[in-house]
Antibody, heavy 117, light 107 residues
């Protein structure tokens, strides 16, 4: 079964850091781009970042550039999102998704990140 | 950035009705548009890619059309399980962007 499972969410103070992980199974992970998408409570979906299959290219939405870093470990079938200098407006459910070059076909269940003092 | 504007923001229709949702892009995106369905508390589900290609397993009552700057998602005969929020998303350029969503309710 094709599956993505996120972990690492939680409550963090403004200015703090958090690392999200996404474990992939059921497909050839090293062959796919991977993406992080977030959704603030009651709001629309927002694409955050993606990473090429071999990790050589990465793209970010402007609002997280310089603060978030996407990475992957193809040996462990994991993709990460390192989030530093967190802001209240980063509060959201964070989803990882398989980027099939035709949209995001496989999604995880999401992990909640709350930034609050 | 390519902005996507969906209309309407919400709609209410009866079972069996034909409903359409429009997604307009601020610049041409060829056919590089996907549609997703999201139910409360759940991850989005891919419905359509390439503007009009149905994802595997998606009921045939869903269809997509359009290219360039204007796209449409149509549900030919609305079913109770179609109550959800629908999003368009472009993958023509970075940053990838989503529309603001259209909430579909069943009367």
């Amino acid at each position: 079964e094709v599956q993505l499972v996120e972990s690492g969410g939680g409550l963090v103070q403004p200015g703090g850091s958090l690392r999200l992980s996404c474990a992939a199974s059921g497909f050839t992970f090293r062959s796919y781009w991977m993406t992080w998408v977030r959704q603030a409570p009651g709001k629309e979906l927002e694409w955050v970042a993606n990473i090429k299959d071999d990790g050589s290219n990465k793209y970010y939405v402007d609002s997280v550039k310089g603060r978030f870093t996407i990475s992957r470990d193809n040996a462990k079938n994991l993709v990460y999102l390192q989030m530093n200098s967190l802001r209240v407006e980063d509060t959201a459910v964070y989803y990882c998704a398989r980027d099939d070059s035709r949209g995001f076909v496989v999604w995880g269940q999401g992990t909640m990140v709350t930034v609050s003092s | 950035d390519t902005q996507l504007t969906q209309s309407p923001s919400s709609l209410s229709a009866s079972v069996g009705d034909r409903v359409s949702i429009t997604c307009r892009a601020s610049q041409g995106i060829n056919i590089w548009l996907a549609w997703y369905q999201q139910k409360p508390g759940k991850a989005p589900k891919a419905l359509i890619n390439g503007g009009s290609s149905l994802e595997s397993g998606v009921p045939s009552r869903f269809s997509g059309s359009g290219s360039g700057r204007e796209f449409t998602l149509t549900i030919s005969s609305l079913q109770p399980e179609d109550s959800a929020t629908y999003y368009c998303q472009q993958y023509s350029s970075y940053p990838r962007t989503f529309g603001q969503g259209t909430k579909v309710e069943i009367k």
